[in-house]
């Protein structure tokens, strides 16, 4: 059991350096064995349940700033190591600095901020009663997308407003820690969190070499929650009414059930879309009454075609990268991601494109796991289960995945993220960065090929390491590239070779270690 926690929550304000709200407090949550949506997961294991036993009459305190390469405060990640191997995870403040409350003994402190940055890591010990001041972190970029001008963010979080338990400011707090410049507050059908998620008080994600800050940007959003799938409304807080979403007693008992069902599902798309929100099947291949596709016939592209995007990857179920084909809840990225090619290639019979999106679906920023858990996710991962594990217990943070995308200078505000989001401008990613292009034509553009060779320009970083680059076309690998899996950056040209047709499609993928992993959307063929 985790025994030495007793974490101070890190507070949003305008008004102090450091905010504490005393040692008496809770920081660790407990974690459970279904998914926030209510979905059981098929995999066993030791109980994820956290113990909280520090006390005011013991803790110590361990105080200091994180800052980045000029000396700039930083909002930045802070995961925490007991000696039994427990572990939990708390930000900075909104200004970089962080009070934490924690039981005598030695504790390792790794410091982040995501997958473009170095970290840093600090062994610490405490005593009862005392205060020690750490020197200041100073954490490296490594590589700065936003200066190429692809915006890191998210399409899919909840806080206490539905069934979430952080509050809107921890949140968006949680989302700079690790870079992203944007979100979506989507909680369950409400948008009572929405004013203040998008309201200007700025908490700034970074600043660049200028010093220039890069302030954190939110958006609107709701997740219309329903018995026949969950839908993303990307850019509204529109609500609706109890009987629009769930079906009358009547209905469901009736001989014509799935004809209401589409229905209804029809009304929700064109009320989301009416009020200038992004409608979006949300992970469609949930069980019960969580994924859409339990209630669509595959041929139905009349409803399949009103989806503007797809969320191919769900932060809670291992990424879709196919090392594991199975098809069950634990691999429901994986389906999505397969129901998502078969759309793509219907373009070719005149259906819709379909963009592809990512989300946390984060209902708990901090996420702590015990020292038991912390162990079997590390052991051999050897299939699905284990590597699902591997998801479930090695901690789940804001970033895990990351959607990023293309702006090209444009501003980051919520218009020119949702016109990038329909048009597929974007990667989905837990580490990896892939920017590439091919004759300058990027992820969701349209190319005119003059001949059978095509050349893709790459700017991949991962700094973790790079193991396998993937081509894809029309749903099939065409060719797999293997770096070294110590190289962290990869420049070099791929070419690919076909007869090419109207509507044909080219994406790329990429695995780094373990479970690291980048899919983009496709270049399109004209």
Request: charged share 20%.
């Amino acid at each position: 059991m985790l025994r030495k926690f007793r974490l101070l929550p890190v507070v949003l304000t305008l008004l102090c350096m450091l905010t504490v709200s005393g040692c008496g407090s809770d920081g660790a949550k407990e974690s459970a064995e279904t998914a926030p949506d209510g979905q059981t997961t098929e995999v066993t294991g030791p109980e994820a349940v956290t113990e909280n036993n520090a006390s005011a009459g013991t803790a110590g305190i361990i105080r200091g700033k994180v800052t980045d390469g000029n000396s700039n405060m930083l909002i930045a990640g802070i995961v925490i190591t007991d000696e039994e191997g427990g572990i939990v995870r708390q930000t900075t403040n909104a200004y970089g600095g962080y009070e934490l409350c924690l039981e005598p003994g030695t504790y390792t402190l790794t410091f982040s901020k995501g997958a473009e940055y170095a970290t840093e890591e600090k062994t610490v010990e405490v005593e009862s009663l005392k205060t020690k001041y750490l020197p200041d972190v100073r954490l490296t970029q490594l590589y700065d997308s936003y200066a190429k001008g692809w915006i890191a963010g998210d399409c899919h979080q909840h806080t206490y407003y539905s069934d979430g338990v952080d509050s809107v400011q921890s949140l968006m707090i949680s989302n700079a820690s690790v870079g992203l410049y944007w979100g979506f507050l989507t909680d369950h059908n409400t948008s009572r969190g929405v004013p203040e998620w998008t309201s200007p008080i700025s908490v700034n994600v970074a600043s660049d070499e200028k010093g220039a800050l890069r302030p954190f940007v939110g958006f609107d959003g709701v997740e219309v929650t329903t018995e026949f799938g969950h839908f993303n409304s990307l850019g509204s807080g529109l609500t609706l009414e109890t009987y629009d979403m769930n079906l009358r007693e009547a209905e469901r008992a009736s001989a014509d059930k799935a004809n209401f069902i589409r229905e209804k599902m029809l009304y929700i798309i064109d009320s989301i879309k009416r009020v200038g929100g992004i409608a979006q099947m949300n992970h469609p291949y949930s069980s019960t009454t969580m994924g859409a596709v339990n209630w669509i016939e595959p041929d139905d592209y009349e409803l399949l075609d009103s989806f503007e995007t797809i969320e191919v990857w769900n932060g809670y179920f291992v990424p879709p990268d196919g090392i594991y084909t199975e098809g069950n809840s634990m691999n429901q990225n994986y389906q999505s991601k397969l129901m998502w090619f078969e759309l793509l290639n219907a373009m070719k019979d005149g259906h819709a494109f379909h963009a592809a999106t990512g989300g946390t679906d984060n209902h708990d920023s901090e996420n702590s796991v015990t020292a038991e858990n912390h162990a079997y996710a590390q052991a051999e991962i050897t299939d699905l289960t284990s590597y699902y594990n591997y998801i479930k217990y090695a901690g789940k943070y804001s970033g895990n995945p990351t959607t990023y995308i293309r702006l090209d200078g444009k501003e980051l505000n919520m218009a020119n993220v949702q016109q990038a989001l329909r048009a597929g401008n974007s990667f989905i990613s837990n580490g990896p960065v892939v920017i590439c292009d091919i004759d300058g034509k990027s992820y969701g553009q349209t190319l005119n090929p003059t001949g059978k060779e095509l050349t893709i320009h790459t700017d991949i970083f991962n700094r973790d390491g790079i193991s396998e680059i993937r081509v894809i076309v029309n749903g099939e690998t065409v060719k797999t590239v293997t770096p070294d899996g110590k190289v962290t950056a990869y420049t070099d040209p791929i070419t690919v070779s076909g007869a090419w047709e109207a509507n044909d499609w080219i994406l790329i993928e990429v695995l780094g270690p373990v479970t690291q992993f980048a899919l983009t959307n496709p270049i399109i063929i004209g």
